[in-house]
């Protein structure tokens, strides 16, 4: 192995442990309680969910054993597409093996050289590092602020061929969350495509967990909405909802995040299977969620600064620099928490 290259990795992780940016997974025994999941209903223990999987895995194997296009795509993949769009109201959707393939796929190849983005500033990482590998402009905006929104869409929209607008609906760093009502009524003054990523509001949003664009009652004004079955679904996979047949069709042909990967295994297939039922009539442990979210910020307002405008589970503790978040963290290690 060249010398050269080993130093190179070596010098950049000296300069990571430097600025104590230095990260490795740790594996915390069940001891703790754990305030880092973001399983929000505490479904992956769930016998219920287990049993389920475990017979979509007996009956269709372990692994799909192939990409989507050759023979990987099996009739549970089918079963729990029927069930996104019955729950999230879209005609038409597809699967991928994680959120993170799900929104490189769609934010780097559907929008074209002729397009421009924008985006909220602090939009999840996936989405900000396909921007950098599609073609399309971008333009970034103040987070969660629609008035600069819309003075980049007025400024703007006689310049492009289409313009897409791409948010998160709980955002994962925050635990906010854009006035959505507000954001589809620029809809009618500038045409354009809006993307909507509802991981985090997935389960914990909306009368049926559906997510921000059903307790808003904004359903037909989404376009795309990006979702994954990482957080309160319990397992892994993600998903891409539309009305428009052709989205899907062209994701399907130009995407090398589908196309050129095993397809999601039928095990986490029936996992997701189990939890939508499970989240879409969850209403007493969605309103319970809320409850403990808002005893925990107001406890934690006590404090130190928390913002409580939001009742979301996702509570974010500015501390402002590494070494003070460290600090906490041990704390909090020492104290039995995660």
């Known amino acids: 192995m060249s010398e050269l290259f080993e130093e190179r990795l070596e010098n950049e992780l000296k300069a990571l442990r430097t600025k104590n940016l230095f990260r490795k997974p740790l594996a915390f025994n069940n001891n703790f309680l754990n305030l880092a999941t973001n399983d929000y209903f505490l479904l992956r223990h769930n016998k219920q969910v287990l049993a389920i999987a475990d017979e979509i895995a007996q009956k269709y194997g ?29 005609s038409f959707g597809m699967l991928y093996n994680s959120g993170y393939m799900a929104n490189q796929a769609l934010v780097k190849n559907l929008p074209g050289k002729h397009d421009l983005i924008l985006v909220d500033r602090l939009i999840h990482h996936s989405i900000a590092q396909a921007l950098n590998r599609g073609s399309a402009k971008f333009k970034r905006y103040d987070h969660l602020d629609l008035c600069q929104l819309e003075e980049l869409l007025s400024d703007n929209i006689n310049n492009y061929d289409t313009i897409f607008v791409i948010t998160e609906s709980i955002f994962s760093m925050d635990g906010d969350y854009p006035d959505l009502k507000r954001l589809v009524e620029l809809k009618k003054k500038y045409p354009f495509i809006l993307i909507l990523d509802e991981a985090h509001g997935t389960g914990v949003l909306g009368s049926s967990g559906a997510g921000l664009a059903e307790e808003t009652g904004t359903f037909n004004e989404v376009d795309i909405i990006i979702g994954t079955f990482g957080k309160s679904l319990a397992g892994m996979g993600a998903y891409v909802l539309t009305n428009l047949l052709p989205i899907i069709e062209y994701l399907t042909n130009k995407a090398g995040e589908y196309i050129y990967s095993t397809f999601l295994s039928p095990h986490q297939a029936g996992v997701a299977l189990a939890t939508v039922n499970m989240v879409r009539n969850a209403d007493e442990k969605r309103e319970s969620l809320k409850l403990i979210s808002r005893w925990l910020r107001n406890k934690l307002a006590e404090y130190i600064n928390v913002q409580t405008t939001y009742n979301t589970p996702i509570i974010p503790i500015i501390m402002g620099d590494s070494i003070s978040t460290l600090k906490l963290q041990t704390l909090f290690l020492n104290k039995g928490f995660i």
Request: net charge neutral; aromatic share 6%.
């Open 62 to 90: 372990t692994g799909s054993g192939a990409s989507p296009l050759l023979s990987g795509y099996l009739p549970c993949h089918q079963m729990l597409i029927n069930e996104l769009l019955d729950w999230k109201h879209k």
